[in-house]
């Protein structure tokens, strides 16, 4: 009996022993790791900060940006004839970006698959825009009808739908183009 009583408490020992040089390898590698996350994260490029005039290079297109506006009545670049606008519901305001996109790819590009941007307002309320295609016929037409011939450039234009609010304070708002999974920032105020 005291063999077996022996061999029990020899047991329990290196069993307590063993969970505790494993507890501690656990949080060396798990602090060896929080380190590693830490020193990618240091990395990692920063987002790339364009403005108007700038030319954002993508894999199969080139985006030119002409400009960023607040407005409530998107209008194209040709309004001596009919067209289409593009008015903001009540309460709200556009943002209004317009840009050139030249295919560089050897295949039609769909309008609606090019960009996406996104407008951040006062650190944290973001608002998705959505594409649109001038036409010199009728103004403006669906970006997922439409889309750009090789080595043909088309005006478009990305609207993003804001409270009104938006447009009446000075409170931070910049826009988030993304291409090609890569991040650009353009900074309204």
Known sequence: MKKVLCFF???VMFFTVGCTANQSATKDVFEESTVAE???KAEEPSIQVISAGDVITGTNCEITIKSVNLSYDVLPDDTSGFYTHYPASPGKVLVDVDVDVKNTAKQNLSCDEIMKVTA???DGY???GYAIVDDSTAGFT???ISQVDPLETKGMRYLIDCP???EQTTNPLFLIFTLDQKDYKFVIR
Do not use: I, P, Q, R
């Open 164 to 166: 009104e609010e938006v």
């Open 126 to 128: 973001t608002y998705t």
């Open 38 to 40: 830490g020193d990618k």
């Open 142 to 144: 669906y970006a997922n």
């Open 9 to 11: 408490v020899l047991s």
């Open 120 to 122: 951040d307002y006062n």
